[in-house]
């Protein structure tokens, strides 16, 4: 019933959408042009300003072709950019079921969370306001969160051979969500190096280590652990034999790699990889602001002050590095500074360029944001939250340009790994989620502007 009442409402909402923008829009006009080259059997046409590979063209052709046979569809309504964007609509429905077998698998130990709360949070992810908005517009966001996380479910089931294909899917959609391929192969080592950890502090019989604890001297033990587990021959042979699906998709991406020259297919000179370390401070930012419920609350301030007073040494080393990595790999793409249509222009203009110093006064906050964070997460093993922590920087840290799309994935697994809230909690972030909602959509569909020498109309969108 939700889940129908949540795409009743999707298709009234795109409706309204498709009424108001009925031609393709920003990055729509390399997208549905492309589509529409597919649809009609032009397979080898490419636009070079594209820089994902062709999954979603494929897909929607695939969707599209026989709908138009068994209805009878024809002429332009059968690849028109809103039959396409429909196709992402369809893959909303679908993340909105995956969300709730998702939670359904990973809290099946705690049998406190009633159904209704599942239910909530499965809502309340589905409505996640980034992805949200690019249901309705013809952009890989949808489709790639589809596969990707099909493909999270599956490795949970122990289904890996299906978690490589759909991993294959899902770069096929965008090729970062290699890193979520290696992610699901992570969380078979994770739980084998956890199994053989537990073992090990039976054998000692040592209850004072704990593979959850985050003291120096038991992460440092953890580190000798896992170099002694890993240069093991056996331990190796073993671990291959369960991820040899994902090994072969990693072949075949960097078989890819080396043939393309390059992870990027299309306009290379827009999207060069950097060592962009802020990326994870805006990515730790951005899901406070998003999590605010769970992350920003004074219980967690004055546990944050408490763990500040214990361990002033720790704390001041994070911060030089910290500011260290803000001064010499802080980059700004053009497009940042030139597109008043994203939302990312106007935090950048009104936070980071007041003054020279914003970046490094904000700190404190970055150190907050990472502390509450791994605090969440303290539920999973040391050695999950390490392979977590490895593909966050994977996937964001590359990135030159900030942009809020390349923050959906890593923040859906963080959100469903995380213990379940509290109900009034849960009701908090929904109310956020449905006005940040509203506020977006007003704004794209009534506060249009215009470019000087420019007759068409721009919109406001993340």
Same mark, same amino acid.
């Given at each position: ?124 992810? +589905? ?6 908005? &690019?249901? *309705? @517009?013809?952009? $890989?966001?949808?489709? !790639?969160?589809?596969?990707? /996380? ?95 699906p994902y090994i072969m ?23 060069? +990889? ?6 994870? &401070?805006? *990515? @730790?930012?951005? $899901?406070?602001?998003? !999590?605010?419920?769970?992350? /920003? ?70 150190m907050f944001a990472g ?33 809020f799309r390349y923050f ?34 007003? /704004? ?19």
């Amino acid at each position: 019933a939700a889940m129908s009442g949540a795409f009743l409402l999707s298709c009234l909402l795109f409706a309204a959408i498709n009424r108001r923008q009925r031609g393709p829009y920003m990055d729509e006009a390399f997208h549905v042009p492309q589509a529409q080259a597919y649809c009609h059997g032009r397979f080898l046409q490419w636009d070079p300003m594209i820089t994902t590979l062709p999954g979603l063209y494929l897909a929607s052709v695939g969707v599209v072709k026989p709908a138009a046979w068994l209805f009878g569809w024809t002429g332009s309504v059968v690849c028109s950019a809103a039959m396409l964007r429909f196709i992402n609509l369809l893959f909303s429905a679908g993340n909105f079921y995956l969300l709730y077998l998702l939670l359904l698998k990973i809290h099946q130990k705690n049998k406190a969370v009633s159904g209704f709360q599942r239910i909530l949070s499965t809502l309340t992810l +589905a409505m996640f306001p980034t992805l949200y908005f &690019f249901t *309705f @517009l013809y952009y $890989t966001d949808t489709g !790639s969160v589809f596969f990707t /996380l099909f493909a999270y479910l599956m490795c949970l089931y122990g289904n890996h051979k299906t978690s490589a294909l759909l991993g294959f899917c899902g770069f096929m959609f965008r090729q970062t969500n290699i890193v979520w391929a290696v992610f699901c192969a992570g969380n078979v080592v994770a739980e084998k190096l956890n199994e053989a950890w537990k073992t090990e502090l039976q054998k000692k019989k040592d209850e004072k280590i704990s593979s959850r604890k985050g003291s120096f001297s038991d992460l440092t033990r953890i580190l000798r652990f896992l170099i002694k587990y890993l240069i093991s021959l056996k331990n190796l042979v073993t671990l291959t034999a369960l991820t040899w699906p994902y090994i072969m998709l990693v072949t075949v991406f960097f078989v890819f790699v080396f043939v393309n020259d390059g992870i990027v297919v299309g306009d290379r000179s827009s999207h060069e +990889a950097c060592l962009h370390f802020p990326q994870l &401070f805006y *990515f @730790l930012s951005f $899901t406070v602001f998003f !999590s605010f419920p769970h992350l /920003l609350t004074p219980t967690k301030m004055r546990k944050f002050l408490l763990s500040l007073r214990k361990h002033p040494v720790q704390y001041s080393l994070i911060a030089v590095i910290s500011l260290f990595l803000i001064w010499k790999f802080t980059y700004v793409h053009k497009y940042l500074l030139a597109d008043n249509r994203h939302y990312t222009f106007y935090v950048w203009r009104k936070i980071f360029q007041r003054h020279e110093l914003v970046k490094y006064i904000l700190v404190p906050v970055y150190m907050f944001a990472g502390w509450s964070f791994a605090d969440t997460l303290k539920s999973k093993s040391i050695f999950w939250i390490l392979m977590y922590f490895v593909c966050l920087l994977a996937v964001t840290v590359p990135q030159k340009l900030l942009e809020f799309r390349y923050f959906i994935l890593p923040f859906l697994i963080y959100r469903l790994n995380i213990p379940f809230p509290s109900l009034y909690r849960q009701l908090l972030e929904l109310a956020f989620y449905i006005v940040v909602n509203a506020i977006t959509f007003y /704004l794209f569909l009534n506060k249009t502007f215009q470019w000087p020498n420019s007759d068409e109309i721009q919109r406001f969108m993340w």
